[in-house]
């Protein structure tokens, strides 16, 4: 749907006061929608179509009616092609998204919403796909809860990925990290799916290692690995979509591992 110049301006204005009144902090940059670009990656769908469709009425013209299924089958692909961008470009037209130091607002089917990222559970789902050890795309895509406690999805209904993914992992990690180093410092035990920390010790179950030990903590191919001296195999092993607030787990590693183990009060 085309928005005139007074509507977006409406919409961006709405979605500066809902960062201003929770405290967003500094604009790190906006996006727009993705559909106008599928909707160009449509056009040459359509195309191939209509040669498709003009392939299959020769052929039933001329009594071949057994060979319109060769270029039937993938004329009925494109029209499932068609549809799915006529359905996501209605409702995901006038999608916007605006990422602030301390969360996001986002524009999406009529309705602004905002993630504040010291609030929020982070599953990030993002898909590398590579070949011979070489990425060949990235899908960036997080669960992430709003102020209102609602769950919500932003992915690739949003351009830029490669911009405000990483810069949503950075900002969020560095937002929850000071308190959840608090609650670590007060004898909390902080679980992120199947892995927990405390202020002395980290592990999966009922293996654990002191901070001490541990060696080696990575994430590849969607997969977390943490090692720790003295084991044969890793202390830990989990995917990272099913991980919640990776990003701060990653930031707690490091801190922790840094500065040794932090006594418990």
Request: glycine share 14%; charged share 20%.
């Given at each position: 749907m085309?928005?005139?110049?007074?509507?977006q301006g409406d919409r961006q204005r709405l979605m500066r006061e809902a960062a201003a009144r929770e405290g967003l902090g500094g604009h790190r940059?906006?996006?727009?929608?993705?559909?106008?670009?599928?909707?160009?990656?449509?056009?040459?769908?359509?195309?191939?179509?209509?040669?498709?469709?003009?392939?299959?009425?020769?052929?039933?013209a001329t009594g071949h009616g057994p060979l319109a299924i060769v270029p039937g089958l993938p004329l009925a692909l494109c029209a499932v092609s068609l549809l799915?961008?006529?359905?996501?470009?209605?409702?995901?037209?006038?999608?916007?998204?605006?990422?602030?130091?301390?969360?996001?607002?986002?524009h999406l089917k009529g309705r602004i919403r905002v993630v504040r990222y010291a609030d929020t559970k982070i599953l990030d789902n993002t898909v590398?796909?590579?070949?011979h050890g070489r990425t060949l795309s990235?899908?960036?895509?997080?669960g992430l809860t709003d102020t209102g406690g609602r769950n919500l999805v932003v992915?690739?209904?949003?351009?830029?990925?490669?911009?405000?993914?990483?810069?949503?992992?950075?900002?969020?990690?560095?937002?929850?990290?000071?308190?959840?180093?608090?609650?670590?410092?007060?004898g909390?035990?902080?679980?992120?799916?199947?892995?927990?920390?405390?202020?002395?010790?980290?592990?999966?179950?009922?293996?654990?290692?002191?901070?001490?030990l541990i060696s080696e903590v990575e994430i590849e191919d969607g997969t977390l690995t943490v090692r720790a001296e003295g084991r044969r195999g890793a202390l830990v092993v989990a995917p990272t979509r099913y991980t919640p607030d990776v990003s701060l787990l990653l930031a707690l590693t490091?801190?922790?591992?840094?500065?040794?183990p932090r006594p418990a009060r």
């Amino acid at each position: 749907m085309t928005r005139t110049g007074t509507e977006q301006g409406d919409r961006q204005r709405l979605m500066r006061e809902a960062a201003a009144r929770e405290g967003l902090g500094g604009h790190r940059g906006g996006h727009g929608s993705t559909a106008p670009a599928r909707s160009r990656g449509a056009l040459g769908v359509s195309i191939l179509a209509a040669v498709l469709a003009a392939a299959v009425a020769a052929a039933l013209a001329t009594g071949h009616g057994p060979l319109a299924i060769v270029p039937g089958l993938p004329l009925a692909l494109c029209a499932v092609s068609l549809l799915g961008h006529l359905v996501f470009g209605a409702g995901t037209g006038d999608a916007r998204l605006e990422q602030y130091e301390g969360g996001l607002v986002l524009h999406l089917k009529g309705r602004i919403r905002v993630v504040r990222y010291a609030d929020t559970k982070i599953l990030d789902n993002t898909v590398r796909r590579t070949r011979h050890g070489r990425t060949l795309s990235v899908t960036h895509s997080f669960g992430l809860t709003d102020t209102g406690g609602r769950n919500l999805v932003v992915g690739s209904v949003f351009a830029g990925g490669d911009v405000w993914g990483p810069l949503l992992r950075h900002d969020a990690a560095r937002a929850q990290l000071p308190g959840a180093l608090v609650r670590l410092d007060a004898g909390e035990r902080l679980e992120f799916g199947i892995v927990w920390l405390t202020a002395t010790d980290l592990g999966s179950g009922r293996a654990c290692a002191p901070w001490h030990l541990i060696s080696e903590v990575e994430i590849e191919d969607g997969t977390l690995t943490v090692r720790a001296e003295g084991r044969r195999g890793a202390l830990v092993v989990a995917p990272t979509r099913y991980t919640p607030d990776v990003s701060l787990l990653l930031a707690l590693t490091e801190t922790l591992r840094a500065a040794g183990p932090r006594p418990a009060r």
